[in-house]
T-cell receptor, first 113, second 113 residues
Framework: AQSVTQLDSHVSVSEGTPVLLRCNYS??????LFWYVQHPNKGLQLLLK??????LVKGINGFEAEFKKSETSFHLTKPSAHMSDAAEYFC???????????FGAGTRLTVKP | EAQVTQNPRYLITVTGKKLTVTCSQN?????MSWYRQDPGLGLRQIYY???????DKGDVPEGYKVSRKEKRNFPLILESPSPNQTSLYFC????????????FGQGTRLTVV
C-alpha cells in the first residue's frame, strides 16, 4: 500500500534563507508524487508534480522537488523564503496500485522577518 | 475558470440534524472525492466516485453518505451528525483516480455541537 511520511510537522526559517520540507514515500509501483500548499482559510493549490519524467521538478513560486528513487524521497526546496510562503504543505503519493491520493500529515512552514 | 465549488464555507449545526454539503465542478472530470482534514492527520478520504452512479468508500466513510446523479455534482450528506464529525471538509475532482492532479474546493468548516 502506498503511504507518505512528512518528516517535520513544523519548519521555521528566516526570510531570505533556504527552505527544505522533507517527504518520504512508500509505493509498490511507479508513483506519482505531488506537493500541495494550503494558505490559511484557503483550499489546496498544486505546487508541483512528478509523474515519471524528469526527476527534478520545478513548480510555482520558485519551489522545486527532486525525486530520488533510491532514497524513496521527494523533498521540497526553495532557495530563498518569502513571507508569503508561510503556509501548510502536503506531500501526496498516488500510484496505479493504491489508486487514490495518500496525503502526508502536513508541514507547517513559518517564515520569520 | 476551472473550479470546484463547495457550499457552505462555514456551518454550525446541532447533533442529529441532517445536513448536506454541496460540491460542483466545471471541468467535466469523471473522478470526484471528499476528504476531511484534521490537525496532525492530513487529509483522509471519505468517499469517492469514479463516474455517475458509481461511488465507493474511502478510508473514513462511517457517518457519511454521498450521491452522484450528475457528473458535475457530488454532495456529501451527514444523516445524523455527531461532534466527532467536526472538521474541515474538502471536495476534489480530477481526470482520473490515480496519477493526475486533483483540484480542490475552498473547504467547508463544519462544527457539530
Amino acid at each position: 500500500a502506498q503511504s507518505v511520511t512528512q518528516l517535520d510537522s513544523h519548519v521555521s526559517v528566516s526570510e531570505g534563507t533556504p527552505v527544505l520540507l522533507r517527504c518520504n514515500y512508500s509505493s509498490s509501483y511507479s508513483p506519482s508524487l505531488f506537493w500541495y500548499v494550503q494558505h490559511p482559510n484557503k483550499g489546496l493549490q498544486l505546487l508541483l508534480k512528478y509523474t515519471s519524467a524528469a526527476t527534478l521538478v520545478k513548480g510555482i513560486n520558485g519551489f522545486e522537488a527532486e525525486f530520488k528513487k533510491s532514497e524513496t524521497s521527494f523533498h521540497l526546496t526553495k532557495p530563498s523564503a518569502h513571507m508569503s510562503d508561510a503556509a501548510e504543505y502536503f506531500c501526496v503519493v498516488s500510484d496505479r496500485g493504491g489508486g487514490d491520493m495518500r496525503f502526508g500529515a502536513g508541514t507547517r512552514l513559518t517564515v520569520k522577518p | 475558470e476551472a473550479q470546484v465549488t463547495q457550499n457552505p464555507r462555514y456551518l454550525i449545526t446541532v447533533t442529529g440534524k441532517k445536513l448536506t454539503v454541496t460540491c460542483s465542478q466545471n471541468m467535466n472530470h469523471e473522478y470526484m472525492s471528499w476528504y476531511r482534514q484534521d490537525p496532525g492527520l492530513g487529509l483522509r478520504q471519505i468517499y469517492y466516485s469514479m463516474n455517475v452512479e458509481v461511488t465507493d468508500k474511502g478510508d473514513v466513510p462511517e457517518g457519511y453518505k454521498v450521491s452522484r446523479k450528475e457528473k458535475r455534482n457530488f454532495p456529501l450528506i451527514l444523516e445524523s451528525p455527531s461532534p466527532n464529525q467536526t472538521s474541515l471538509y474538502f471536495c476534489a475532482s480530477s481526470l482520473a483516480r490515480a496519477g493526475t492532479e486533483a483540484f480542490f474546493g475552498q473547504g467547508t468548516r463544519l462544527t457539530v455541537v
